[in-house]
């Protein structure tokens, strides 16, 4: 049902225009955020449907956060590698790679960390990870440098197993799965409304205290292990940046496709500006019609839906 939906809707957007121009682009700049992996029945942070909707994920996605509770914290990635693991990548993601294939000229930026690009053969050359991988580790002592990528152990440490923790971090009460979620850590954080108002280091949160020994330590240094993203307050991997960068002023851009993202995080958000600025025009794929992206210079075109249907129909 959700398909012919989203064929009727694809069929009243003026789809004629947008091939024909695609099929004169050269230059084209995609922005994914986490929008595009729902159809592979991962949560978005925001949005339609969002897993982190009853709690806000910022505040587990921080250095704050992990400095006061790393036991906390890695569940929360924990859960999120798991799932990711469990995700297969979908006909959107498989399409962008095939775009890739085609045109050399054609980069991907991608906020996702779950890795469905990855495990889509987008040519890794053409995909910037602006938000690093949940899959990418690395150690938080001050003089060790150690760092591993493609670690899919899962669990990641013995104590951080889903299973014996599903309790604390089951599915939300809107997975799709439709399990009824006992989470201890949901209902500890539901009761407060929102993590906003859940102080995490609040000892009275029945939230099991994992010591540091239970998470992964580093093999160099003995240190405390963190996953491999960019957290709110860090900064981009500066390499991705200044490639991004050179690419961008290399010459005029054709066009951004803006896929399953609330442009709502920054500087991420920031390269569709970038783009228009350079003579694209914007194309966005979206399941919500009042998107931020249309507010600011609106865009070219607008195709609302689940991505997992539109992008493979419209690149085809
Ligand atoms: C930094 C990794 C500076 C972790 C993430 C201006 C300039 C610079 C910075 C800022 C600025 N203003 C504010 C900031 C600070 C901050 C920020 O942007 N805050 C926001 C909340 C206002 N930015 C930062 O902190 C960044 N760092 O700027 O550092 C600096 C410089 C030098 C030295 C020190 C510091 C770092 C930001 C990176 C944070 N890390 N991820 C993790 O994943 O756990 S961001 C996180 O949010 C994810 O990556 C996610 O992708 C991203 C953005 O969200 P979306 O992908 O858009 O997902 P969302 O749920 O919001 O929306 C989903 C969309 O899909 C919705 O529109 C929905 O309608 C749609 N949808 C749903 N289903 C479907 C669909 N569409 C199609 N089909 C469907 N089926
Ligand atoms: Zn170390």
């Known amino acids: 049902m959700a398909a012919t939906a989203n064929k009727a809707i694809i069929a009243s957007v003026d789809l004629q225009s947008f091939t024909e121009y695609l099929k004169g682009c050269r230059r084209i700049l995609a922005l994914l955020g986490a929008g595009i992996s729902a159809a592979s029945g991962l949560p978005t942070f925001r949005g339609a449907g969002g897993l982190w909707r009853h709690y806000d994920a910022t505040s587990l996605a921080t250095p704050e956060a992990f400095d006061d509770n790393p036991g906390l914290v890695w569940q929360f990635y924990s859960y999120r ?71 899919f152990t899962d669990p990641i440490a013995p104590a951080l197993d889903i299973p014996k923790h599903s309790s604390l971090l089951g599915p939300s009460k809107t997975d799709k799965s439709g399990e009824e979620a006992s989470n201890s850590l949901q209902d500890a954080l539901e009761d407060k409304a929102t993590a906003k108002d859940v102080d995490i280091s609040d000892t009275n949160n029945p939230i099991p205290e994992l010591t540091q020994e239970d998470l992964p330590q ?31 002023e290399s010459a005029p851009i054709d066009l951004i496709l803006v896929i399953g993202t609330s442009s709502s995080v920054y500087p991420a958000a920031g390269y569709v500006d970038v783009a228009r600025n350079h003579g ?37």
């Open 81 to 151: 590698r798991h799932m990711a693991l469990q995700a297969q990548p979908n006909k959107a993601h498989y399409a962008l790679a095939e775009l890739s294939r085609r045109n050399k000229d054609f980069i991907t930026l991608t906020q996702n960390v779950d890795g469905l690009s990855q495990r889509a053969q987008h040519p890794l050359e053409q995909l910037n990870l602006l938000h690093g991988s949940l899959f990418d580790i690395k150690c938080t002592s001050f003089y060790c440098n150690y760092s591993r990528q493609n670690d």
């Open 218 to 248: 580093c093999p160099k240094c003995n240190g405390l292990l963190r996953p491999g993203v960019v957290w709110f307050g860090e900064p981009l991997p500066t390499d991705t940046l200044e490639k991004i960068d050179n690419w961008v």
């Open 280 to 316: 694209a025009k914007v194309v966005v794929v979206n399941m919500e019609k009042d998107m931020p992206t249309r507010g600011k210079g609106a865009c070219d075109w607008f195709f609302q839906g689940d991505a997992g249907v539109i992008v493979p129909e419209i690149l085809k």
